[in-house]
């Protein structure tokens, strides 16, 4: 069976509900030792059972869009329980802070199965026709950097960037030792077999556009003197291909990349693409500290 989600995905919301469990449980183990004798003892355990009932409802939530089954979600609200070894590490002598102690170790403890070994007991979610920078394991530092962030690089979604100096940053983020030169007629502007994709290397060819077209968005026209260059981008041996604008890239050229991709599969091949606009270009250069 299939995850429901990416991999990458799946994980990466599932570490990020096993870190704010282990804020919570903090949060449990400090407010007992340094609150039981003052007044507000009573009002921070309410507000730790809040914290925690509200973790745990969103963690079971996240692990029912993971998993294909619910044998983890079963397995997360019930699991199992050492009561003596519980009794032993937790008994402060307020059952009410033991119960909260005991309830989030075990819900750790769960989660932990569930990010360390049961997640592999599943294929991974298919490559979709279409991809986000931040769905591609080369790119994941991207998933750190949201919009606001890089809003001060762009002017109404305009990356001011040479189309050299973004071809560089892509070909030191891949490890790409070649640096391919810009030529009328060529298939590509930068191909690779270095990226990573659920986990597996894979081909990709890139279409890339610079602030060489002086305009904030990029139509078919603008790709090669005869419009032709995702033409010829799609001639390239690859399996995932991006097209890359400093500016906006035009919903005709998403339309005519997506038919070009529901052709090929249709033929039984399984190929994607990725469309990388200023907003995404500037996080990723940000992602690698490529910005200046």
């Known amino acids: 069976m299939r995850l429901k989600i990416s991999k990458n995905k799946a994980e990466e919301q599932l570490i990020d509900k096993l870190i704010v469990g282990y804020q919570i449980q903090n949060f449990v183990l400090e407010n007992y030792s340094n609150n039981i004798t003052q007044q507000n003892f009573e009002t921070n355990k309410q507000i730790a059972e809040g914290e925690i009932n509200k973790w745990n409802q969103e963690t079971a939530n996240i692990i029912t869009i993971v998993f294909p089954t619910n044998l983890q979600w079963h397995y997360f ?18 059952i009410g802070w033991d119960t909260l102690q005991n309830f989030i170790k075990n819900k750790i403890i769960a989660l932990h199965r569930l990010l360390e070994i049961d997640i592999k007991l599943y294929t991974d979610f298919p490559i979709g026709k279409r991809l986000y920078v931040e769905d591609i394991d080369s790119f994941r530092n991207v998933r750190d950097i949201n919009a606001d962030v890089v809003k001060n690089y762009l002017d109404n979604g305009y990356f001011d960037k040479s189309e050299d100096e973004v071809q560089i940053a892509f070909e030191q983020i891949l490890n790409e030792s070649f640096h391919k030169k810009d030529w009328v007629g060529e298939e590509n502007d930068l191909y690779s077999t270095n990226i990573i ?5 894979t081909s990709c060819a890139f279409l890339l556009k610079g602030n060489g077209l002086r305009k904030n968005s990029m139509e078919i026209k603008d790709c090669g003197r005869n419009g032709d260059q995702i033409v ?40 994607s693409y990725c469309a990388i606009n200023g907003q995404d270009t500037a996080r990723l250069l940000k992602a690698y500290d490529k910005l200046n």
Request: aromatic share 6%; net charge positive.
């Open 197 to 201: 994709i659920n986990g597996q290397r």
């Open 232 to 271: 010829r981008l799609f001639q390239s041996p690859a399996q995932i291909y991006f097209i890359q604008f400093v500016g906006n890239i035009s919903e005709n050229i998403i339309k005519d990349i997506e038919g070009k991709i529901n052709e090929r599969n249709l033929r039984g091949e399984n190929i």
């Open 77 to 94: 609200n019930r699991p199992p329980v050492n009561r003596l070894e519980s009794a032993l590490q937790t008994n402060n002598g307020d």
